[in-house]
């Protein structure tokens, strides 16, 4: 039998965290409260720190045609690419809120998003650190989106 492991940080406060990932999850709550999440009342904010120091931020944009809708890891990427393109990225702090509970847990990317963000690294040829925070509760960070996604399909399989 053969095993995987991943490994991955947690901090009880934010106050715990360095001043450069603090400062991203900040970003990233902001964002969630720009965020257009009518039908699930879901809101989920992201805030990438970008190799040139900027950052930028992203939220879940919904649809009344529920698949057209859009997570908050997709706009971001997609501001990325548009407005920066060629320029990598450290890191992304997530953090989500929900109408309806309390969310004490972080909530990890979807699979599409972590195969978005998995090829974006390799892109890079750096790690892209995660901060993942629910409304309150624990921050989880891991060192690298691959962590999320082992086995990920890549262009080398093409
Ligand atoms: N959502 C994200 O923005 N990112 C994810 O990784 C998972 C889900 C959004 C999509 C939808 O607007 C809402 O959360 C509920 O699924």
């Not at 195969?115 to 890079?124: G, I, K």
């Not at 690298?144 to 990920?152: A, G, Q, R, T, Y």
Request: aromatic share 8%; hydrophobic share 35%.
């Amino acid at each position: 039998m053969k095993r995987h492991e991943i490994q991955y940080r947690e901090y009880p406060h934010h106050q715990d965290l360095n001043g450069e990932d603090g400062i991203l999850l900040t970003k990233a709550k902001e964002a969630l409260s720009r965020s257009y999440a009518p039908y699930s009342k879901f809101q989920v904010g992201a805030a990438a720190l970008l190799a040139n120091g900027q950052i930028v931020t992203g939220f879940n944009i919904e649809n009344a045609a529920y698949p057209v809708c859009l997570c908050a890891e997709q706009t971001t990427m997609s501001a990325i690419r548009t407005q920066h393109p060629g320029v990598g990225i450290e890191a992304i702090a997530i953090s989500v809120k929900s109408a309806h509970h309390l969310v004490d847990q972080p909530a990890t990317p979807c699979g599409k998003c972590r195969q978005l963000l998995s090829e974006q690294e390799r892109v890079n040829q750096k790690h892209i650190r995660l901060i993942l925070q629910g409304e309150e509760g624990p921050i989880w960070i891991f060192e690298s989106v691959n962590d999320l996604l082992p086995f990920s399909f890549t262009s080398e399989f093409l």
